[in-house]
């Protein structure tokens, strides 16, 4: 087991970000040997500076994430935001998605590739937020001066991981864990099924057109956009 011994968010992405690669390559190998983008690279350590500015992960960051919200984030707040830590190499929730029970597919997926990344390195223990949400374009968690660190959140920025942000967003983005794992039209299914769905010609296949979030799948195997 590798130790990674920083105590902030930073290595636990890096870590993270590896398992997917390794996972994804069947290759076998850790970090330092998968085949990362340098742009995810760039990405992450982007995104978690402001958390160096800021003295690292405070208590008050960890508390202000269950502060009582304003009326107009009220649906991100204690909704779509878990609250997590990890402490002795052990994932713990420390707060639930009432919306949808455990929460979404992209929830599940990163608790699982997190459960995954803690087997194969010793994480620091930290506290974090995971948004389980698609709100990319939502002003909850966007900077209103990124230089002296002010957020629209009510409580001010913390450490929050997203699948889907903006560049105006404090979050850290993490992998699309879901949309690989969880769901019958998951990425690894549809891998699967690749000979399956050469077998019909592109040619033969019919001309329907999808809304957002039905363009992939198994379901798709007779249909082209």
Excluded at 98 to 115: A, C, K, N, Q, S
Excluded at 198 to 212: I, N, P, Q, T, Y
């Amino acid at each position: 087991m590798q130790r990674l011994a920083l105590n902030s968010l930073a290595p636990v992405l890096f870590a993270l970000v590896a398992a997917v690669a390794q996972d994804a390559s069947g290759s076998g190998t850790c970090m330092g040997d998968c085949d990362l983008h340098p742009s995810l690279l760039e990405r992450v350590t982007k995104d978690v500076a402001w958390l160096d500015e800021a003295g690292g992960i405070t208590d008050a960051m960890i508390r202000n994430i269950s502060l009582v919200c304003d009326a107009q984030i009220k649906h991100q707040c204690n909704v779509k935001v878990v609250r997590m830590m990890i402490k002795d190499g052990e994932i713990y929730l420390n707060s639930l998605h009432p919306d949808w029970r455990l929460g979404p597919p992209e929830l599940i997926g990163f608790l699982l590739e997190l459960y995954e990344t803690s087997k194969m390195y010793r994480l620091p223990d930290l506290e974090f937020a995971y948004n389980g949400d698609d709100d990319a374009s939502s002003p909850a968690f966007d900077w209103i001066d990124r230089s002296s660190l002010r957020v629209t959140f009510h409580g001010g920025p913390f450490p929050l991981l997203s699948w889907s942000k903006s560049n105006k967003s404090m979050a850290q983005l993490v992998p699309y864990s879901g949309a690989f794992r969880c769901t019958d039209d998951s990425f690894d299914n549809l891998l699967a099924r690749l000979d399956e769905i050469r077998r019909l010609a592109w040619s033969e296949k019919r001309a329907v057109r999808r809304g957002r979030g039905e363009s992939r799948g198994p379901q798709n195997t007779g249909t082209r956009i």
